[in-house]
Structure formats: structure tokens, C-alpha cells
């Protein structure tokens, strides 16, 4: 599936413009401020229903204007399909092939998209919350399940969590725990299952990309790390045994602290160099941005591989901070493919680009194609 032609009124600093793009290379060259980033954000938001770089959709809309509007249209072989959103803040506009919907959660799903920008070394470097981020909004694309598992298991875990602060100060019973408890386990392990699975999925493209863009020198691995106890199998009984046994473990002090300590929700991602080097400590800020690369890359051949379509790929200024060895090796990367946007201030960058690409620039919230 790719983006044929898009619409954007009144978003960030466009005003109403329809662009059509290429269903393989775009590249998107501008000055700084000029709405580079706003556009890849408008696909985004299209497909994904939300932003990556604000919750609040009021920040979208174009100052002076009251509402932003975004229409596009998507085709591949089989379909065609038209999404579009608005929003004036006192209703959401969200239509899939002309027929309305109440919600932008909507949108999410439908086309597939990873996106790439400047802020994923958080991935990296971050917290543990930036890696589960970054698993969950990728495997919910690539398995469908993955996003009602994901969504109920925090639903039960709100509820545990709420009655065990409840609990602390006296004011319920132990038995309706137990029944919260259950279901977060179940749900919990699921969750785990998946993310497990994936990742021992990915690992051998991962480390393919790593070492592609640093001339072979680096390896890169990357390990499921849990908060509780987890079995060597990828087995569902006995990941939940594990989560049983943690929470048993850590039940005096979860009483204690009114809430839960063990489970998906505090599970992170170990991201290794060569094997023994800890990126997010040893990494060079280049080694960092490189591995996080890899990481997306490494979730467009997952989709690829279980939805049969390659998502769109959104590359938002990819070429900063590499040296010119990885730079080519991410040029010819990327010139295989899926459907891609990158957006760039150098468009010597990409002089080295052969095949099929359109151009455009961006000036003050104004893109035209060269
Ligand atoms: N709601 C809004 N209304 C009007 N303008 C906005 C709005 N939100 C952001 N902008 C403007 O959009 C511009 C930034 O656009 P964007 O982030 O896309 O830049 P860019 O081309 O990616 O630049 P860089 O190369 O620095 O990343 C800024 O000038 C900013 O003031
Ligand atoms: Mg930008």
C-alpha cells in the first residue's frame, strides 16, 4: 500500500495544498523551520491517528485558522482507501472510504507506517518507557491481536493497581484482587509472549542493518529484558508461572506501595554492541542514532513479513550525524523498496540516489514537487 496523493489544510504551518508523491522514493529538501517535519507528521497522523510529537491536536492546527483537515489517498494492488481527519477542537472529523467514524483510534492499523526521526536515540537512551513504546506501536501494526491484548492488559493493570491502593489503606478485600490479578496475568503474558517472540524475530535483520551501516565493524543485539522472572521457552504456561511466581514474590511489598511492580508495564529492551558493550552507556551518539535505525528498519521487514505489504517508511532528517560511510550504506538501503519519505536540508545527501525518486521542496509551509 502506498500514498498516492495527500491533502493538508491548515495543519501546522501548511496552508491548503495537495501533493502527490512517488509510490517508491520522495525526498523532501528544505531550510530549517520550513515544515519538513510537519509533513511527515501529517502522513503520520493519517495513519498511526496521532501525532509523534504532541497529544494536544490543538498544537496542529495553523495559528489563526480553527481547524486542520487532512485527507489521503492510499492504493496497492488490491485497494484503494481514503482517510481522512479534521479536527476544531470541538469535533473530530474521521472518515475511512467516506464513512464516518467517532474516533481517530480509528485510523490506526490501516496503512502500516514506521517512522524514523531525530528523537529515537531515546530508544537508546531514554528510559525503559521509550522502549516499550517503541515494541508496542510496532507490533501492534504488525499483529493485529497485539493492540486488544495490549489495550485489555493495561486495562486490568489500572484496575489492580487502583485497588491495591485501596487495599493499602484498608478499605477493600483481598478477593477481588485475585480476580484483577488473573486477568492481568493472562493478558500480561500474552503481551510478553508477543514482544518475546519478536524479538527473537528481528535479531538477525536487526544486526544485518547494524552492521551494513557501520562497514561490518558493529554488531547489534538486543534482549527482552523482564521485570519478573522469565522461563528460557516461549511458552505461554510458562511465562505466566514466572509472572505468578514474581508476583508472589513481591506481594508484601506491592501492598506496601499500592501498586504493581512486576509485569509488561516494567519490562524493558537490553540494546548491546559486539556483544558486550551496553549502547545506551558505551555508544557513541552515532552508534546510538544507527542503532535505532537498524531497530525500524528491522520493524519494516517484521510488517512486511506478517501483513504481506511493506508499511510506509517516514525518515525525518536521517542523514544528520552519520558519516559519509554510513550515509552511503543508507543510501543504497534505501533505494530498494517500500514507499518512502525522507526529508533532508542537504540534498547533496542525496545526489547518490539511483531509481525512480521525486523531489521536493519545502519553503515556508509550502512543498512543490522540482
Ligand atoms: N500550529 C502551527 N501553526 C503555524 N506554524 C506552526 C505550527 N506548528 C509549528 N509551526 C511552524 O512550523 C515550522 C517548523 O516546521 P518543521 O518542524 O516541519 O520544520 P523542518 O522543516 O522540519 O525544520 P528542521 O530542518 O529544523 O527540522 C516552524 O516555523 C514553526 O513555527
Ligand atoms: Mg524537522
Not at 112 to 140: M, N, S, W
Request: positive net charge; aromatic residues 8%; hydrophobic residues 35%.
Amino acid at each position: 500500500m502506498h500514498l498516492e496523493k495527500i491533502k493538508i489544510c491548515n495543519f501546522r504551518n501548511y496552508s491548503p495544498s495537495e501533493v502527490e508523491l512517488s509510490p517508491r522514493l520522495n525526498i523532501l529538501c528544505g531550510k530549517n523551520g520550513q515544515g519538513k517535519t510537519n509533513f511527515l507528521e501529517a502522513i503520520a497522523f493519517l495513519t498511526l491517528g496521532r501525532s509523534f510529537r504532541t497529544r494536544r491536536d490543538e498544537d496542529l492546527i495553523k495559528a489563526g485558522e480553527k481547524e486542520f483537515y487532512l485527507k489521503g489517498k492510499f492504493r496497492s494492488s488490491e485497494e484503494d482507501l481514503i482517510l481522512e481527519v479534521g479536527n476544531d477542537l470541538s469535533r473530530v472529523v474521521v472518515k475511512v472510504n467516506g464513512l464516518p467514524y467517532k474516533s481517530k483510534r480509528e485510523l490506526f492499523g490501516r496503512v502500516r507506517t514506521v517512522i524514523f526521526t531525530p528523537d529515537d536515540l531515546q530508544i537508546i537512551k531514554g528510559g525503559p518507557e521509550k522502549r516499550r513504546e517503541f515494541l508496542d506501536l510496532y507490533l501492534a501494526q504488525a499483529y493485529p491481536d497485539y493492540r486488544q491484548i495490549y489495550l485489555r492488559f493495561y486495562r486490568a493493570l489500572y484496575q489492580r493497581n487502583a485497588l491495591l491502593k485501596k487495599l493499602r489503606e484498608g478499605r477493600r478485600d483481598l478477593n477481588e484482587l485475585e480476580v484483577w490479578t488473573n486477568r492481568m496475568v493472562e493478558e500480561g503474558s500474552r503481551v510478553v509472549l508477543y514482544r518475546r517472540q519478536t524479538m527473537e524475530e528481528i535479531g538477525a535483520s536487526l544486526n544485518h542493518y547494524h552492521q551494513l551501516m557501520s562497514n561490518e565493524q558493529e554488531t547489534l543485539h538486543c534482549l527482552y529484558k523482564g521485570s519478573g522472572s522469565l522461563p528460557d521457552t516461549l511458552d505461554l504456561t510458562a511465562i505466566q508461572e514466572g509472572f505468578w511466581r514474581s508476583l508472589l514474590r513481591r506481594s508484601d511489598d506491592e501492598r506496601r506501595r499500592g501498586y504493581t511492580l512486576v509485569g509488561p508495564h516494567r519490562d524493558d529492551l537490553q540494546i548491546q554492541m559486539n556483544q558486550r558493550w551496553e549502547l545506551r552507556v558505551y555508544g557513541s551518539q552515532g552508534q546510538q542514532r544507527t542503532a535505532a535505525l537498524a531497530l525500524k528498519l528491522a520493524m519494516v521487514d517484521l510488517i512486511e513479513k506478517t501483513q504481506g505489504k511493506a508499511p510506509l517508511l517516514l525518515l525525518d532528517d536521517v542523514f544528520s550525524e552519520f558519516d559519509s560511510d554510513r550515509k552511503q550504506e543508507l543510501l543504497r538501503l534505501l533505494t530498494v523498496g517500500t514507499q518512502t519519505v525522507i526529508s533532508t536540508t542537504e540534498l547533496k545527501t542525496t545526489a547518490a540516489l539511483a531509481g525512480p525518486l521525486k523531489l521536493f521542496s519545502v519553503a515556508s509551509g509550502v512543498i512543490s514537487a522540482e
